[in-house]
């Protein structure tokens, strides 16, 4: 799932969402189901047969989140996935696709500049170095808390300590010194 959404403006949220199963050659009336099923459970199944204009920046990327699903991907990458989405609209949308990820229960590799996010979004977190980039570190996020989600980890006391602690590592003040 990329930065941008991606989806076809002249193809209803349905076509879109199968898109993938047309061209992967796996539109079966079972695969069929369960995209209707994803709709209906992220609350998007009376969108079906509205067009991507019609739809709001966080509702056509829970729409990219569902294709990729469609084809049931063992492992999900998330390329810079909410970049595109004002403060709002991405705060919101992290929370609908964290949710949908760990109700999917499907592995995810979030690439994200954004430490915040890493933080509220992950169990882990990579760190890489600069380019030629190799793994610097790998963090463990145990919030520990009732009903996790992006934003509750936000509220937790360890959260700005996760953060002085990335921070620390990524090294970004060294050229000022």
Not at 151 to 162: A, D, G, L, V
Request: proline share 3%; hydrophobic share 35%; aromatic share 10%.
């Amino acid at each position: 799932m990329l930065q941008k959404d991606s989806l076809l403006e002249w193809r209803t949220i349905y076509n879109n969402v199968i898109f993938g199963l047309e061209i992967t050659h796996k539109k079966t009336n079972e695969n069929e189901e369960y995209v209707k099923q994803l709709l209906k459970k992220y609350n998007l199944y009376e969108f079906k047969d509205k067009y991507p204009t019609q739809l709001s920046g966080g509702m056509r990327q829970r729409v990219a989140l569902i294709r990729t699903l469609a084809i049931r991907p063992e492992i999900l990458l998330l390329d810079e996935a909410f970049s595109a989405l004002d403060y709002q609209t991405r705060m919101m949308v992290t929370k609908d696709i964290y949710n949908i990820l760990k109700n999917e229960n499907i592995t995810t590799l979030m690439v994200t500049h954004d430490i915040s996010e890493a933080i509220s979004m992950s169990d882990k977190v990579i760190v890489l170095t600069k380019r030629p980039a190799t793994v610097k570190s790998i963090k463990e996020m145990n919030f520990e808390i009732e009903n996790r989600n992006p934003m509750n980890c936000r509220k937790s006391p360890k959260f700005s300590k996760y953060f002085d602690s990335l921070w620390k590592e990524l090294d970004v003040d060294a050229k000022d010194k």
